[in-house]
T-cell receptor
Framework: DARVTQTPRHKVTEMGQEVTMRCQPI?????VFWYRQTMMQGLELLAY????????DSGMPKDRFSAEMPDATLATLKIQPSEPRDSAVYFC??????????FGPGTRLTVL | GNSVTQMEGPVTLSEEAFLTINCTYT??????LFWYVQYPGEGLQLLLK?????DKGSNKGFEATYRKETTSFHLEKGSVQVSDSAVYFC?????????????FGEGTQLTVNP
């Protein structure tokens, strides 16, 4: 049963620290999405990639967030420096040739 | 542009009650329509989908019919269980114009009491 995996599942850090979240998409999927979910804002699309190339990162605060796909099996989302307002659950999702997205379990980030 | 409007929650029902969560959409092109479910502490899971007008998606007792004339994709279940308590998201995708990017509704919180 192919699944999207995310690490870490939980992260508590202090303001100003760097945070790196990782995602392994389903093997063979060529599109990867990063979302952020909060109670106030709901589900927000931060960025997405196709064939490892960024297609849209307009949802991401550019000054502190960066997203990359070093290879087809790994996507990363970094926050540097982190701030308390970044506290949220971050989801990765992947899709193949059709438009169904498959979500990972999320990384719950708390910035103190 | 694409947009999805969902019935506002929260929705609270007793076990075995009938469920309807309304979803309407605006889209360019010929969208596919989805319902995703998010259980507490988990990621979104695909519940069902429909790819063309008059298609009915179904899974785990849930159903939704793609109605092009009313631009709707309402989610229904005849008899809900406590285990159905979750947040439900309606979404659309237009593969030919947006690739596999989806537009999500705001989500509807469902609580089922025993």
């Amino acid at each position: 049963d192919a699944r999207v995996t995310q690490t870490p599942r939980h992260k508590v850090t202090e303001m100003g620290q760097e945070v790196t979240m990782r995602c392994q998409p389903i093997l063979g999927h060529n599109t990867v999405f990063w979302y952020r979910q909060t109670m106030m804002q709901g589900l927000e699309l931060l960025a997405y990639f196709r064939n490892r190339a960024p297609l849209d990162d307009s949802g991401m605060p550019k000054d502190r967030f960066s997203a990359e796909m070093p290879d087809a099996t790994l996507a990363t989302l970094k926050i540097q420096p982190s701030e308390p307002r970044d506290s949220a659950v971050y989801f990765c999702a992947s899709s193949g040739v059709v438009d169904t997205q498959y979500f990972g379990p999320g990384t719950r980030l708390t910035v103190l | 542009g694409n947009s999805v409007t969902q019935m506002e929650g929260p929705v609270t029902l007793s076990e075995e009650a009938f469920l309807t969560i309304n979803c309407t959409y605006t889209a360019t092109g010929y969208p596919s329509l989805f319902w995703y479910v998010q259980y507490p502490g988990e990621g979104l899971q695909l519940l069902l989908k429909a790819t063309k007008a008059d298609d009915k998606g179904s899974n785990k007792g849930f159903e939704a019919t793609y109605r092009k004339e009313t631009t709707s994709f309402h989610l229904e279940k005849g008899s809900v269980q406590v285990s159905d308590s979750a947040v439900y998201f309606c979404a659309l995708g237009t593969l030919e114009t947006s690739g596999s990017r989806l537009t999500f509704g705001e989500g509807t919180q469902l609580t089922v009491n025993p």
